[in-house]
């Protein structure tokens, strides 16, 4: 069983910055990437940022810039700073981890933002 527990979300104005956490628990070995997806009220889910165990990042389009990833193996956590946000980027923001293939998900943290 592997466990992610969001943190970090809330309510801002544009143009704020604020800073995601996520941290992993239980059987985690095998693991292969982590980042983060979300999901605005009829949207589908879009990749915001993930970065593999070996360092190497990608960031999805509408975020290219104004966010950067970052990891703690040792803490199996990892981190998500948003720059110059936009109303475009309320969302509810999905932790997840790669693990043997397969993509496990926290249960999301609402990031709010005011025009």
């Known amino acids: 069983q592997v466990q992610l527990v969001e943190s970090g979300g809330g309510l801002v104005q544009a143009g704020d910055t604020l800073r995601l956490s996520c941290e992993a628990s239980?059987?985690?070995?095998?693991?292969?990437?982590m980042g983060w997806y979300r999901q605005a009220p009829g949207n589908q889910r879009e990749l915001v940022a993930g970065?593999?165990?070996?360092?190497?990042?990608n960031y999805g389009e509408s975020v290219q810039g104004r966010c950067t990833i970052s990891r703690e193996l040792r803490k199996n956590a990892w981190h998500l700073q948003m720059n110059t946000l936009k109303p475009e980027d309320t969302a509810v923001y999905y932790c997840?981890?790669?693990?043997?293939?397969?993509?496990?998900y926290g249960q999301g943290t609402q990031v709010t933002v005011s025009s």
């Open positions: 997840f981890l790669r693990r043997l293939n397969y993509n496990h």
């Open positions: 239980g059987t985690i070995s095998g693991i292969t990437a």
């Open positions: 970065i593999t165990v070996g360092g190497h990042t």
